[in-house]
């Protein structure tokens, strides 16, 4: 029997989302990117309201890794406008995004191998009080009980699935008002999959507002408000979750069916 690395209260089934209403969040108006000539975000538009969770489906190299990237800040844009809480933040650092609530756990987990767990969670809240560090160590060890009994050992020996717990949990470290999941999913055991899934679940039953980034369609938009089908850099299909898993395009290309 594995033993369970997350403790995860039982929360009631997800309705379907109706279309969101007053001021979003966070809006993205033309929006675009490139590596080099290569252009990878072709002008996009979306918007998330506070409490949503958002998914964003899409094959490999649709443009999801770098609309987060870009969001954060670590990308930098060409084009385009992104309007946080109001305010134009487009040429805002990421640091400085940070500050204001936009934190993300990055595609590959990323974290600091010879550094010790609770140092990798301590460096997810360096933009915090010191003195607010302690509960939020509390807080992120509630959810994953494995952290903290493994909080003094290098990150670098913890399991793939243990690693993104940690990378999700740095992120939740720096008291976000948007998390911002990149592909949390990807390279994980079924059963370490539904775990994840789970504490993302949690979350969003907690109010938070999610932007997931997942390859794993079916999983991401049955846990989603809404969704954004993303192709070489263009959302080709917005709609509820629910909308979307029964749209007959995203079953056959995205969901095998």
Same mark, same amino acid.
């Given at each position: 029997?594995?033993?369970?690395?997350?403790?995860?209260?039982?929360?009631?089934?997800?309705?379907?989302?109706?279309?969101?209403?007053?001021?979003?969040?966070?809006?993205?108006?033309?929006?675009?990117?490139?590596?080099?000539?290569?252009?990878?975000?072709?002008?996009?538009?979306?918007?998330?309201?506070?409490?949503?969770?958002? +998914? %964003?489906?899409?094959?490999?190299?649709?443009?999801?890794?770098?609309?987060?990237? @870009? =969001? /954060? *800040?670590? $990308?930098?844009?060409?084009?385009?406008?992104?309007?946080?809480?109001?305010?134009?933040?487009?040429?805002?650092?990421?640091?400085?995004?940070?500050?204001?609530?936009?934190?993300?756990?990055?595609?590959?987990?990323?974290?600091?191998?010879?550094?010790?767990?609770?140092?990798?969670?301590?460096?997810?809240?360096?933009?915090?009080?010191?003195?607010?560090?302690?509960?939020?160590?509390?807080?992120?060890? +509630? %959810?994953?009980?494995?952290?903290?009994?493994?909080?003094?050992?290098?990150?670098? @020996? =913890? /399991? *793939?699935? $243990?690693?993104?717990?940690?990378?999700?949990?740095?992120?939740?470290?720096?008291?976000?008002?948007?998390?911002?999941?990149?592909?949390?999913?990807?390279?994980?055991?079924?059963?370490?999959?539904?775990?994840?899934?789970?504490?993302?679940?949690?979350?969003?039953?907690?109010?938070?507002?999610?932007?997931?980034?997942?390859?794993?369609?079916?999983?991401?938009?049955?846990?989603?408000?809404?969704?954004?089908? %993303?192709?070489?850099?263009?959302?080709?299909?917005?709609?509820?979750?629910?909308?979307?898993?029964?749209?007959? $395009?995203?079953?056959?290309?995205?969901?095998?069916?």
């Amino acid at each position: 029997m594995p033993e369970p690395h997350i403790r995860t209260p039982m929360t009631p089934p997800i309705p379907r989302a109706t279309a969101p209403t007053g001021t979003p969040l966070l809006q993205v108006r033309g929006l675009e990117s490139s590596y080099g000539r290569i252009q990878a975000l072709k002008g996009l538009d979306l918007e998330i309201h506070p409490g949503e969770t958002v +998914a %964003l489906v899409g094959a490999n190299g649709a443009g999801k890794t770098t609309f987060l990237r @870009t =969001l /954060s *800040g670590v $990308q930098p844009m060409g084009r385009g406008q992104i309007h946080w809480n109001g305010q134009d933040i487009s040429r805002l650092r990421s640091d400085q995004r940070m500050r204001q609530g936009i934190c993300q756990s990055p595609e590959g987990r990323q974290v600091f191998g010879p550094l010790s767990i609770e140092d990798n969670l301590r460096l997810g809240a360096y933009t915090r009080p010191r003195q607010e560090v302690p509960g939020a160590l509390d807080q992120v060890y +509630a %959810l994953f009980p494995i952290l903290q009994e493994k909080r003094r050992l290098p990150a670098g @020996t =913890l /399991s *793939g699935g $243990q690693q993104q717990m940690l990378a999700i949990g740095r992120a939740l470290m720096g008291r976000p008002r948007l998390l911002l999941l990149d592909e949390p999913s990807m390279g994980l055991a079924p059963l370490l999959v539904q775990e994840v899934f789970n504490v993302v679940r949690t979350l969003k039953a907690q109010g938070m507002t999610i932007v997931l980034a997942e390859q794993n369609a079916f999983a991401a938009l049955a846990l989603a408000d809404r969704g954004y089908v %993303l192709e070489t850099g263009e959302i080709t299909l917005t709609g509820s979750g629910q909308d979307l898993i029964h749209n007959p $395009q995203v079953r056959a290309a995205y969901l095998g069916m």
